[in-house]
């Protein structure tokens, strides 16, 4: 009678062990070519990096962020998760303490290091990678898929791919520039960015955009010979105050129209971005 009560309760758990068993999906690719492995449903992700972050709201995938870094802030639920570190020196720590099934990493905005140390904490990893407007949307999909989004999520990309395309032309010969940082050092945005190209398909021009540099580092001297018509200050973290960074373009070009815009909603490369050319459409043609 004992042996066949113990026959009956080994054949329960095994029963229940196979039942709670997570399929293991492999051979699935990140956005860099890295191969990840990992357990289905995953249900605890962090995320190391703010446009990221943004990403998972916008694929409503939000609930799964247990962890995020410093920077993430939008949208305001986002205040309320663990928060993880910062994106270059993340709390290694409080992440195992964590315990992801995966965790996401910026290919631009991380670095190598923090890379191989959760590889070798043997924590899955998924590298996002947005560059490009064909990047910006195949990572939005492949992320998508990964994560069993659902084909509302797809009907979601399409309409932003459509917004997209709605702004081709509507800003045709405005001359942009897009102010980073301070006064004493000023970066912009060129050749091979996502912002240079959204710029290109909605026919402004990108006064930044002259040489082979990415991301051109400008002075004073060198910014009084490229004339933009619009200054759209992203100022950022520099501790300048807007208004002196207004006066400074003012002794520069008496002429160009300064304006404010969001920062995050063109410097961290993600859906958000589409909107922000919208608001500009609106400000600068009033429609």
Same mark, same amino acid.
């Given at each position: 009678?004992?042996?066949?009560?113990?026959?009956?309760?080994?054949?329960?758990?095994?029963?229940?062990?196979?039942?709670?068993?997570?399929?293991?999906?492999?051979?699935?690719?990140?956005?860099?070519?890295?191969?990840?492995?990992?357990?289905?449903?995953?249900?605890?992700?962090?995320?190391?990096?703010?446009?990221?972050?943004?990403?998972?709201?916008?694929?409503?995938?939000?609930?799964?962020?247990?962890?995020?870094?410093?920077?993430?802030?939008?949208?305001?639920?986002?205040?309320?998760?663990?928060?993880?570190?910062?994106?270059?020196?993340?709390?290694?720590?409080?992440?195992?303490?964590?315990?992801?099934?995966?965790?996401?990493?910026?290919?631009?905005?991380?670095?190598?290091?923090?890379?191989?140390?959760?590889?070798?904490?043997?924590?899955?990893?998924? !590298?996002?990678? /947005? *560059?490009?407007?064909? +990047?910006?949307? #195949?990572?939005?999909?492949?992320?998508? $898929?990964?994560?069993? %989004? =659902?084909?509302?999520?797809?009907?979601?990309?399409?309409?932003?791919?459509?917004?997209?395309?709605?702004?081709?032309?509507?800003?045709?010969?405005?001359?942009?520039?897009?102010?980073?940082?301070?006064?004493?050092?000023?970066?912009?945005?060129?050749?091979?960015?996502?912002?240079?190209?959204?710029?290109?398909? !909605?026919?402004? /021009? *990108?006064?930044?955009? +002259?040489?082979? #540099?990415?991301?051109?580092?400008?002075? $004073?001297?060198?910014? %009084? =010979?490229?004339?933009?018509?619009?200054?759209?200050?992203?100022?950022?973290?520099?501790?300048?105050?807007?208004?002196?960074?207004?006066?400074?373009?003012?002794?520069?070009?008496?002429?160009?129209?300064?304006?404010?815009?969001?920062?995050?909603?063109?410097?961290?490369?993600?859906?958000?971005?589409?909107?922000?050319?919208?608001?500009?459409?609106?400000?600068?043609?009033?429609?």
């Amino acid at each position: 009678m004992i042996k066949t009560i113990l026959k009956l309760i080994l054949l329960i758990y095994f029963i229940n062990s196979a039942a709670c068993s997570k399929k293991v999906q492999s051979g699935f690719k990140d956005d860099i070519g890295n191969i990840v492995s990992i357990t289905h449903p995953v249900k605890r992700i962090i995320s190391l990096a703010p446009n990221i972050s943004e990403i998972m709201f916008f694929l409503n995938k939000g609930n799964l962020l247990k962890g995020v870094t410093k920077l993430c802030n939008y949208p305001r639920s986002v205040r309320k998760i663990n928060k993880a570190g910062g994106m270059l020196n993340p709390d290694m720590e409080k992440i195992i303490k964590l315990r992801p099934d995966l965790v996401l990493i910026s290919y631009e905005g991380n670095n190598l290091r923090i890379y191989k140390s959760l590889k070798t904490l043997k924590i899955p990893v998924y !590298t996002v990678k /947005i *560059n490009s407007i064909t +990047t910006l949307f #195949s990572s939005l999909e492949r992320l998508s $898929k990964f994560l069993k %989004s =659902g084909k509302s999520i797809e009907n979601k990309i399409t309409a932003y791919k459509k917004r997209l395309l709605n702004l081709k032309n509507t800003l045709t010969g405005k001359r942009l520039f897009f102010h980073i940082g301070g006064i004493r050092r000023v970066y912009s945005f060129g050749k091979n960015t996502l912002v240079d190209e959204i710029t290109e398909l !909605t026919g402004a /021009i *990108n006064t930044a955009s +002259t040489g082979q #540099s990415r991301f051109p580092v400008f002075n $004073k001297e060198t910014l %009084s =010979g490229i004339k933009p018509d619009y200054i759209i200050l992203l100022e950022g973290h520099t501790g300048e105050t807007k208004t002196r960074i207004k006066r400074f373009w003012k002794s520069i070009n008496k002429k160009a129209i300064l304006i404010d815009v969001n920062p995050d909603t063109i410097l961290r490369p993600g859906p958000r971005i589409i909107e922000e050319f919208e608001n500009l459409r609106r400000k600068l043609c009033g429609k």
